[in-house]
């Protein structure tokens, strides 16, 4: 083991304390010690640096009392590392935050952020750039480097990548949907995308974005995610069939938000896979909402139908029946909505309340087994009402 340290003042010279010295542990091979040295006294001039060639002789100074601020650990030095050998290191030095630094290797750096280590540097940084890493994480910030997330399963230099850092495996590993739009092209998808569609980022990236989606959704959310690009009002959600990598359909709940990613705007879309909450009769009346209807972003699966309905299985088929039970009165109320009428017209046309309007319109909803007005009109003019 080599220990540099710096004889340091208590205070600058004009009288400003200074901050505490870092304690830094260094674990690499005899090529690496001295640069890696010179780029920790860039951040901390008064570091004392601990220096090993092998994990054995680190662990023999933790366990004699040495406690360090950062751990240095050059990846060829670890083997093949997992959560188990990480989680000793935490144990044993509670407060140090656990750095890997390597070539750039996108499942080296996902292995090394599972197992628990704090960041993972590039070792082909440039040095203010390796200098500044350092200093980040000697503040006790997480941090992968760009050049690791930049390639990550061959997704080239993509600003939203950098930008994500060591976020991204956090992404990556989300319940639900996760991708990025910009121009025709997904720019990112994380793994659910994979698991639940069989779309790899390779696929995705290789075709334009609504390609998976089917008639006559496809031209519908082209033209709604080219517009919002544009700068037009987002809509907050869309619910359409997509065809999986397999050829299978399933039905997916999607939720948007436009951001300026490198310079330039861009679609990020979060979504699950709701096709088992849709009933035959979701299915039909999106299967027939016109680009405006779709674009309302008002239709949702089924979820909050009444619980006999959903106990009985499928609700009543298309037919005239549930249309039959109906009132007088409901059926008026229903035929106005399907003609676009707003509660507030309604209960002017009908002589009623605008309360006794919305009292009708759920009473028409739980008959006709949907889940909001805009299904409830669909199906009155799909049935002629």
Not at 30 to 58: C, K, W, Y
Not at 164 to 192: K, M, T
Request: hydrophobic share 45%; with cysteine; net charge neutral.
């Amino acid at each position: 083991m080599t220990t540099s340290k710096h004889t340091r003042s208590a205070s600058d010279g004009d009288g400003t304390p200074r901050s505490r010295a870092h304690t830094v542990l260094t674990v690499s091979e005899p090529l690496e010690q001295s640069a890696l040295a010179m780029l920790i006294r860039r951040v901390d001039a008064d570091a004392t640096i601990h220096e090993f060639r092998t994990l054995a002789g680190a662990r023999d100074w933790i366990e004699t009392g040495g406690q360090p601020d950062l751990a240095v650990v050059q990846a060829e030095t670890m083997g093949n590392f997992g959560a188990a050998a990480v989680r000793m290191w935490k144990l044993s030095a509670p407060n140090a935050m656990l750095a890997l630094y390597a070539a750039p290797d996108a499942e080296l750096g996902r292995r090394a952020l599972a197992a628990g280590f704090d960041a993972v540097l590039a070792r082909t940084a440039e040095p203010p750039e390796f200098a500044a890493a350092l200093g980040f994480v000697l503040a006790g910030n997480r941090y992968i480097a760009p050049a690791f997330v930049g390639q990550h399963s061959g997704r080239g230099g993509c600003a939203f990548l950098g930008a994500c850092g060591w976020a991204l495996p956090l992404l990556d590993d989300l319940p639900v949907g996760l991708f990025v739009l910009q121009g025709e092209r997904v720019i990112y998808s994380n793994r659910y995308m994979i698991e639940h569609f069989g779309y790899t980022p390779d696929h995705l990236q290789s075709m334009s974005f609504w390609d998976p989606v089917i008639d006559p959704h496809k031209s519908q959310i082209r033209d709604a995610a080219l517009g919002w690009l544009r700068g037009e009002a987002v809509t907050p959600n869309f619910v359409a069939p997509i065809r999986t990598k397999d050829g299978a359909v399933r039905w997916i709940e999607s939720f948007h938000r436009v951001l300026t990613i490198g310079g330039g705007p861009a679609v990020v879309v979060a979504c699950i896979d709701v096709t088992a909450r849709m009933s035959a009769v979701d299915r039909a009346v999106t299967a027939t909402m016109t680009p405006a209807e779709l674009a309302s972003g008002i239709y949702l699966p089924g979820e909050h139908r009444p619980p006999a309905l959903l106990a009985a299985g499928e609700p009543a088929p298309l037919d005239g029946a549930a249309m039959a039970a109906l009132t007088d009165r409901q059926r008026q109320v229903l035929g106005l909505l399907a003609v676009g009428s707003s509660n507030k017209d309604i209960g002017a046309k009908l002589g009623i309340s605008e309360a006794t309007v919305k009292l009708h319109v759920h009473h028409i909803m739980r008959a006709l087994g949907v889940s909001n007005r805009t299904a409830a009109a669909l199906m009155a003019r799909r049935l002629g009402t």
